[in-house]
């Protein structure tokens, strides 16, 4: 099943009232969302999993908030049909809520993700990749405020770039003055497909406490030509060769979406892609 036949078969949207999709208790049920201007709040406790589908070029710009032990696992998905998307994803969390997200870009578009830990023990976990072609050009923003003590935080991101694509990753992890024992890791791992493409990335911290645990780091490359080689010795062609190598380095993160259906869907519409790079 594609992402879209999965879509057409959920005959329920959630019920938005004045603009806002309030949840509360758990919701097993994926609920998908087309790309809207929207303000999501999950009650205490409650827990919900989101598909937010950008599909046209519009400017979308969407606002969370978890309230105290709320749960939510999101993906958010810019498929190839959907060139020229922007979009802003903005989440304050609250006491020992828990945000699982993950960021798929696979046409030309601009998606800025900021999360605001502003209660103790808040943990959020945001993981984007992008994957563009020909002349594709893709943007990802992601800063993650700090701004109470005991709270956690990874930005894990890829970027793949073929053709004449451009790429770029701009991070941010902010620490305040009282986020005492904050833990945030940061990391962005970029392959590049040809010479003609190019992926520009800029980690940053920024911490203003003293008993933190914060790292980051980036890297900018190119497909391993001596594990092409070595998995060739073993009876694949090049173009075999290449292609696990690709799904090797994008899967990964996508099997880390939190929920198997989202992963499946998700993983489809990667594996759309990484055929057309």
């Given at each position: 099943?594609?992402i879209?036949?999965?879509?057409e078969?959920?005959k329920?949207?959630p019920?938005?009232l004045?603009?806002?999709?309030?949840f509360?208790?758990?919701?097993?049920?994926?609920?998908?969302?087309d790309?809207a201007?929207?303000r999501?709040?999950?009650?205490?406790?409650?827990?919900?999993?989101?598909?937010v589908?950008h599909?046209?070029?519009?400017?979308?710009?969407?606002e969370v908030?978890?309230?105290?032990?709320?749960?939510?696992?999101?993906?958010?998905?810019?498929?190839?049909?959907?060139?020229?998307a922007?979009?802003?994803?903005?989440?304050?969390?609250?006491?020992?809520?828990?945000?699982?997200?993950?960021?798929?870009?696979l046409?030309?578009?601009?998606?800025?993700?900021?999360?605001?830990?502003?209660a103790?023990?808040?943990?959020?976990?945001?993981?984007?990749?992008?994957?563009?072609?020909?002349?594709?050009?893709?943007?990802?923003?992601?800063?993650t405020?700090?701004?109470?003590s005991?709270?956690?935080s990874?930005?894990?991101?890829?970027?793949?770039?073929?053709?004449?694509?451009v790429g770029?990753?701009?991070g941010?992890?902010?620490?305040?003055?009282d986020?005492?024992?904050?833990?945030a890791?940061?990391?962005n791992?970029?392959?590049?497909?040809?010479?003609t493409?190019?992926?520009?990335?800029?980690p940053?911290?920024?911490?203003?406490?003293?008993?933190?645990?914060?790292?980051h780091?980036?890297?900018?490359?190119?497909?391993d030509?001596?594990?092409?080689?070595?998995?060739?010795q073993?009876?694949?062609?090049?173009?075999?060769?290449r292609?696990?190598?690709?799904?090797?380095f994008?899967?990964?993160?996508?099997?880390?979406?939190?929920?198997?259906?989202?992963?499946?869907?998700?993983?489809?519409?990667?594996?759309h892609?990484?055929?057309?790079?």
């Amino acid at each position: 099943m594609t992402i879209y036949e999965y879509i057409e078969s959920i005959k329920e949207q959630p019920a938005c009232l004045g603009g806002v999709l309030r949840f509360e208790g758990t919701n097993d049920q994926v609920q998908v969302l087309d790309g809207a201007n929207k303000r999501i709040t999950l009650a205490a406790d409650a827990r919900c999993k989101l598909l937010v589908v950008h599909r046209t070029a519009q400017n979308v710009s969407m606002e969370v908030e978890l309230g105290e032990r709320a749960v939510l696992t999101m993906a958010v998905l810019y498929p190839e049909n959907g060139v020229g998307a922007e979009g802003k994803v903005q989440v304050v969390q609250q006491e020992a809520s828990r945000l699982q997200m993950t960021a798929l870009q696979l046409a030309s578009s601009t998606l800025q993700v900021e999360v605001d830990l502003v209660a103790r023990d808040a943990e959020s976990v945001v993981n984007a990749l992008f994957a563009i072609g020909a002349e594709e050009q893709s943007r990802l923003s992601i800063r993650t405020n700090h701004r109470s003590s005991d709270c956690r935080s990874s930005s894990v991101v890829r970027g793949l770039a073929g053709g004449k694509a451009v790429g770029a990753f701009d991070g941010m992890v902010y620490v305040a003055p009282d986020a005492q024992r904050t833990d945030a890791f940061q990391q962005n791992r970029n392959m590049l497909l040809s010479e003609t493409a190019r992926i520009d990335t800029k980690p940053q911290l920024e911490i203003y406490a003293d008993d933190v645990k914060c790292s980051h780091g980036a890297t900018v490359g190119q497909m391993d030509n001596e594990a092409i080689y070595y998995m060739r010795q073993r009876g694949l062609d090049e173009q075999q060769a290449r292609r696990l190598q690709l799904t090797g380095f994008a899967d990964d993160l996508v099997m880390r979406c939190g929920c198997e259906q989202l992963c499946e869907l998700l993983m489809e519409e990667l594996n759309h892609k990484l055929d057309r790079i």
